[in-house]
């Protein structure tokens, strides 16, 4: 990532051109580690920012939904489109979760769907499942299951490469939260998982695994590995009522920390309709998430950008981040090009806004093809295209924006 920055006579001058030449060391010396901190490197959080060793780190990311049961070769493609972009930040979920592996317990969704992985085909790929032999949940640790969760952690890193990671997805299109109330018989989408015994229970014996996992490929546990920025109690846990979500969010944040003191934990939640970021006085959530997309909320671009300022602000009287973790423009719209632009520009000149996440970045298929996405038509490539570029620009500014603050800093801190 790039920088950009910038006393009286012949006495002081070349003794002012060595001071300077040691800050613009210095400085470069800061950028370069930012986004390449060392192996001890947490994420941690100050007032409206995200920092790494003190200094702030503003999140420019992409989302990816296939890299926990994509191909090796899928999932080092993503990651190195990531990189191609600037991104320091990949955002995933961790799936599949299926009934019986013998179909005695069904699966309420296709998992053996044939086709590419953008598109849902997960061939065999399976975190969570029911035992009928143990009457309940049990985990997957093999090559088809948490395995692939350990290599994505491990290039992620390589690539040094942030991962924010939610627990587990609400929606039934991998399984998520409606397999596991499905294991019980209920067809109730959006209280049972959130309220019965036994699905809490399960879900806390499934956070408990995965930060304690030991990643063979690395040697540390997850609660240990700083390539983790953070962790997401459920991608959009859309519980009803409000305060059964607020109940749920305030026990399982809890109880995460208790497991894991190293990272920070957001509740992953859309948090887009009223009441707006709903959960952002919970003291056990470090951060907070929004998801924006005008087209399901009959926003105009004006107004969605007016909501991004809205929405940093409300960060900034929580003294909390704010990170917009999911959004995005159809690109068959006229002015998807400068929506992108305008929102970007907006988030990276506002210092309240702590970053971005765009949904979402997809790389060539084992096929060869990149996903046809022809539905949303939300999907970001590396293809040269004029929104990739924007992207590209984005990140670099952003970047650039916060190295500027870091020069000043020193500058201030100079004797």
């Not at 956070?207 to 953070?230: E, F, K, S």
């Not at 005008?294 to 950008?305: A, G, K, R």
């Amino acid at each position: 990532m790039t920088v950009d920055w910038q006393r009286a006579k012949y006495g002081l001058r070349n003794a002012w051109l060595c001071g300077l030449a040691l800050a613009f060391v210095s400085v470069l010396a800061i950028a370069s580690t930012v986004d390449k901190p060392s192996a001890m490197s947490f994420i941690k959080t100050s007032g409206t920012n995200f920092t790494l060793d003190g200094k702030p780190f503003f999140v420019t990311g992409a989302n990816n939904h296939y890299l926990t049961y994509g191909s090796q070769v899928e999932v080092t493609r993503v990651l190195d489109d990531a990189v191609a972009m600037g991104a320091n930040v990949v955002r995933t979920f961790l799936q599949p979760v299926i009934g019986s592996v013998d179909g005695s317990v069904p699966t309420i969704w296709d998992w053996r769907l044939e086709g590419e992985a953008s598109n849902l085909a997960v061939k065999g790929t399976y975190l969570l499942y029911w035992d009928p032999s143990q009457n309940g949940m049990a985990i997957n640790d093999g090559a088809n299951g948490m395995q692939k969760v350990d290599f994505l952690i491990a290039e992620a890193g390589k690539r040094h490469l942030r991962l924010i990671i939610a627990v587990v997805d609400f929606w039934a299109y991998t399984g998520g939260a409606q397999q596991m109330r499905a294991w019980y018989g209920s067809s109730d989408e959006s209280t049972f998982f959130f309220n019965d015994p036994r699905t809490k229970q399960d879900y806390r014996t499934w956070v408990r695994h995965v930060v304690q996992r030991v990643n063979p490929l690395t040697g540390l546990a997850y609660r240990d590995d700083p390539t983790i920025m953070a962790w997401e109690l459920i991608n959009e846990g859309n519980a009803q009522p409000l305060a059964l979500r607020l109940s749920w969010t305030a026990e399982m944040s809890a109880y995460v920390k208790s497991l894991d003191s190293n990272h920070l934990v957001s509740s992953g939640n859309a948090n887009i309709v009223d009441p707006k970021l709903a959960d952002l006085t919970i003291p056990t959530l470090d951060f907070e998430t929004w998801h924006g997309y005008p087209l399901y909320t009959n926003l105009t671009v004006q107004q969605f950008n007016d909501m991004i300022t809205e929405f940093c602000q409300s960060g900034a009287r929580a003294k909390k981040p704010v990170l917009l973790e999911e959004f995005g423009y159809a690109r068959s719209n006229r002015n998807s090009a400068d929506a992108y632009a305008k929102w970007l520009d907006t988030l990276t000149r506002d210092p309240k806004c702590a970053g971005w996440i765009v949904w979402r970045l997809v790389s060539q298929q084992d096929s060869g093809r990149y996903p046809a996405d022809e539905h949303d038509q939300f999907d970001i490539r590396n293809d040269g295209s004029v929104i990739w570029n924007i992207l590209k620009a984005a990140t670099a500014r952003a970047a650039q924006t916060r190295e500027t603050r870091l020069a000043s800093e020193i500058a201030r801190e100079a004797p």
